[in-house]
């Protein structure tokens, strides 16, 4: 069973920025697109940036410019590094392969504020 562990989210000022990592246990991670997702309060979980086994990238529209997915097959790690950070960003963020095939983790907490 794959265990998702999310870390690096906290409390930053608008424009700040952050770089959040998940770390899969397990050896099979390199063959799965990894999603980077985030759940506001009071709002559906949604998809944020994906990265391919081959590292293509996809974005949500309102974080286009702004967070950057990357991988390290390496370590088992996928990152999403998050610039020029706004109020509406703030939420909790999940990582997990596409379709969700594994049990979500903890998820790490971003708070835009100042």
């Known amino acids: 069973q794959v265990q998702l562990v999310e870390s690096g989210g906290g409390l930053v000022q608008p424009g700040g920025s952050l770089r959040l990592s998940c770390a899969a246990s397990g050896s099979i991670f390199s063959i799965y697109t990894m999603n980077w997702y985030r759940q506001a309060p009071g709002k559906e979980r949604g998809l944020v940036a994906l990265?391919?086994?081959?590292?293509?990238?996809e974005y949500a529209d309102s974080v286009k410019g702004r967070f950057t997915i990357s991988r390290d097959n390496a370590k088992n790690t996928v990152y999403l590094r998050m610039n020029s950070l706004k109020p509406e960003d703030t939420a909790v963020y999940y990582c997990?392969?596409?379709?969700?095939?594994?049990?979500w983790g903890q998820g790490t907490q971003v708070t835009v504020s100042s």
């Open positions: 997990n392969a596409a379709g969700a095939p594994w049990p």
């Open positions: 990265i391919s086994s081959g590292g293509s990238t």
